[in-house]
């Protein structure tokens, strides 16, 4: 493969790139080179390069990726590549999206930490291997790249739905010991836009980064609401 042929997504249609093929090459090293050989108003978001940021996720051939750590080698289809900007979110210019919505629905699905004690000053103390802190755990690492959100097809035909990552750190919150607002945290993903929402199509599993598990966060904030509600504190 000595050339790719590399279909850029430019607000109203594709445009066509030749750009050369080169060992270990990133398709964030393909649009670098765009961007400075060939058309230097080409827009897109990256910062970090090397998968910590999540800032460079771009949809390349139908699937929403981190752009710097997905090798031409391992999707290039016949040495072509499309790429795109991520989906079910508002295109500022070519590969650059606005992300204020999706970060939005992180504050309306409750994610800031309630703290038990405020103003305490000695650490809390956690159990690391209780069940609790285990769930909470798994959920973590997630860096809000918006590649689950894009993936969402749930959130392609309901734009209200509150969305895999904020749903998800709902869960970790709902499972962390020193959060002392679980019931709170459950009543605000309970209504039509939050976890009862979700199909359960995995879509955010299969393609996060980070192998995060949000469609088993979502499940979990849906047995908990279901329970909260049997006891009658929902």
Not at 26 to 46: C, G, K, M
Not at 88 to 101: F, H, R, S
Not at 134 to 156: F, H, L, N, P, T
């Amino acid at each position: 493969m000595a050339d790719l042929t590399v279909d850029v997504w430019r607000g109203e249609g594709f445009e066509t790139f030749r750009v050369p093929f080169l060992e270990s090459q990133t398709v964030l090293d393909v649009v670098t080179w765009i961007q400075r050989h060939l058309d230097p108003t080409l827009s897109y978001r990256f910062a970090c390069r090397v998968g910590m940021c999540g800032s460079c996720a771009m949809t390349v051939n139908g699937v929403p990726r981190w752009t710097c750590r997905t090798h031409v080698s391992k999707v290039a289809k016949d040495g072509r590549l499309e790429i795109r900007p991520l989906r079910n979110m508002p295109v500022i210019k070519d590969l650059a999206v606005d992300m204020a919505g999706f970060f939005d629905k992180w504050q309306e699905a409750g994610g800031r930490f309630i703290p038990t004690q405020p103003g305490a000053l000695e650490f809390a103390a956690v159990d690391p291997e209780s069940p609790e802190r285990r769930q909470a755990s798994a959920g973590i690492e997630c860096i809000g790249c918006g590649v689950c959100y894009a993936a969402c097809d749930v959130v392609a035909a309901n734009l209200d739905y509150l969305g895999p990552a904020a749903l998800n750190r709902a869960w970790t919150l709902v499972n962390d010991a020193r959060d002392g607002d679980r019931i709170g945290h459950l009543a605000v993903v309970a209504d039509d836009a939050g976890c009862h929402a979700c199909h359960s199509q995995g879509s955010c599993a299969r393609h996060c980064p980070n192998h995060l598990n949000p469609t088993g966060a979502i499940a979990g904030l849906k047995r908990d609401v279901f329970r909260a509600v049997l006891k009658g504190e929902l």
